[in-house]
């Protein structure tokens, strides 16, 4: 089938999504880690045996619970919708390919994301009005659900760059499905995997810092101590794995990709960074899929 070329004047089809992409991702792996942050230090919280200082631990994350309600159902939400309807107008092909190769994946991911949207909303309204521990249940249903979704959209993610061998074998045939769990985990499925979890993990500690930054000092001195250190840890161990998870990434990535993120880094110095920007470079990356 013949699809209808969508232009964008200077900017280009490509950077559109792009643009909407790097918002959303922001947010999405956001909402993992600060969906395992939250549960986890609700639990911390509960067990303290100092209970005041506890009670101004679930105190705060009331709040933050209200600012992370809105980031990720409002902001997370309308950017996911511009991905979809981004890469229909740009790329209806390999829509179409993603789409009918992973129909059951996308309709967990669906499942799971409805289950991360109705939790999140009933954590944040039901502070102090059900039992405690009901409440925690519900943040780990969250945490869960949270962690589900980007277990299932990684496996499609990945796939985009390195479908695999055993999937190209069959691509055009009409029989991709079969292949599914050959596409799903695909050469680059575990260490991206790995490594967006680092990111999680990271964004939940530096958000969990800034908000602890914000906690006046001298009239709660424990709190913004407690909150501080405990803060540190969520971002000690992801900053250690993370460069090993970036190379066991670049080594899975197929040569002519790695060529391309080589020529960026040698020209970006003297400012002709656009040689891998413009739209025959950006190209190679969706070539496999008959983009």
């Known amino acids: 089938m013949n699809y209808p070329f969508w232009d964008i004047p200077y900017l280009g089809s490509g950077w559109v999504i792009g643009i909407i992409a790097i918002f959303h991702m922001m947010i999405a792996l956001f909402a993992v880690g600060g969906g395992v942050y939250l549960p986890m230090a609700e639990r911390k919280a509960l067990r303290m045996t100092d209970k005041e200082l506890g009670a101004e631990w679930l105190k705060q994350l009331a709040s933050h619970s209200k600012f992370f309600l809105i980031l990720t159902a409002v902001f997370g939400t309308v950017s996911g919708v511009g991905i979809w309807f981004a890469i229909g107008l740009t790329h209806p092909e390999g829509t179409s390919t993603l789409i009918h190769n992973f129909v059951f994946g996308w309709a967990m991911e669906w499942v799971f994301f409805i289950v991360e949207l109705t939790t999140i909303a009933v954590y944040y309204y039901t502070w102090d009005r059900i039992d405690p521990k009901l409440h925690l249940k519900v943040g780990w249903v969250y945490a869960v659900a949270s962690v589900c979704t980007l277990i299932i959209i990684n496996g499609i993610l990945s796939f985009m760059l390195t479908p695999g061998d055993t999937w190209i074998a069959v691509a055009g045939t009409g029989h991709e499905a ?59 161990p992801s900053f250690v794995a993370m460069p090993f998870m970036m190379i066991w990434y670049y080594m899975m990535v197929p040569a002519s990709q790695q060529a391309l993120l080589t020529l960026g880094i040698d020209t970006i110095n003297p400012g002709t960074f656009s040689t891998v920007t413009d739209r025959k470079s950006t190209r190679l990356n969706s070539s496999h899929l008959g983009i």
């Open 178 to 236: 079969s292949k599914f769990w050959n596409a799903f985990f695909n050469p680059t499925y575990w260490p991206s995997l790995l490594l967006r979890c680092c990111v999680c993990t990271s964004l939940a500690g530096v958000w969990a810092l800034i908000t602890a930054s914000r906690i006046d000092g001298d009239k709660h001195p424990a709190l913004k101590t407690s909150k501080v250190k405990w803060s540190v840890k969520w971002l000690v």
